[in-house]
């Protein structure tokens, strides 16, 4: 399998095989973050395959100077969102939840009271993350899912770092008064 750089500069030579490396490279990380925002794994997927064919077709305009992730995460949030914002609605939680997610923290919890408390605050944040604006919830996948600086998503999104930083605040607040109202319930 060929190196990111010389997948992109197949692609900007027209060669759409340069194509299969970045999908194999980025593909599950990039429905992972727009399933955060969407809830729905065929809208998701649907959102990842759209920012891939733009990619491909925008290519040209990439400055291969600079990582590839980060530009096309930031496009698979914006469809994300922008998908959502479209249908305007919230997406329901269902029973279906993708536990997987949180695979790795459960494993580390050692008892069985431990770890049903664990997915009971688990499920708590995911049905409070679903009351969130869909762009609340991309600047929480952006910050807490691809670990991204707040300078990261503001170079990213092309808007202050104020902005951001409000954002981020903002939706972690209105997480915070969720998740209390569920805890007084």
């Known amino acids: 399998m060929i190196d990111e750089f010389k997948a992109i500069k197949r692609l900007k030579q027209g060669d759409i095989g340069g194509l299969e490396t970045l999908v194999s490279h980025y593909q599950v990380k990039a429905v992972r973050t727009?399933?955060?925002?969407?809830?729905?794994?065929?809208?998701?997927?649907?959102v990842v395959q759209d920012c891939f064919v733009q990619a491909y077709r925008s290519i040209r305009r990439f400055d291969s100077?600079?990582?590839?992730?980060p530009w096309?995460?930031?496009?698979v949030v914006n469809?994300?969102?922008?998908?959502?914002?479209r249908s305007a609605r919230q997406v329901e939680m269902g029973d279906d939840t993708d536990e997987s997610l949180f695979a790795e923290i459960a494993a580390r919890v050692e008892s069985v009271e431990e770890q049903v408390e664990s997915i009971e605050v688990q499920n708590q944040i995911w049905d409070a993350m679903q009351e969130l604006s869909p762009r609340q919830r991309a600047v929480i996948v952006q910050r807490y899912f691809l670990e991204m600086s707040e300078?990261?998503?503001a170079e990213e999104s092309g808007v202050a770092a104020?902005?951001?930083?409000?954002?981020?605040?903002?939706?972690?607040?209105?997480l915070r008064g969720l998740l209390a109202e569920r805890d007084e319930e």
């Open 72 to 75: 096309f995460m930031r496009s």
């Open 79 to 85: 469809a994300a969102v922008k998908v959502m914002q």
């Open 65 to 69: 100077s600079r990582p590839f992730e």
């Open 34 to 46: 727009a399933y955060l925002i969407t809830r729905e794994v065929g809208l998701a997927e649907d």
């Open 151 to 153: 300078k990261e998503m």
């Open 162 to 174: 104020g902005t951001i930083k409000w954002l981020l605040n903002a939706a972690r607040e209105r």
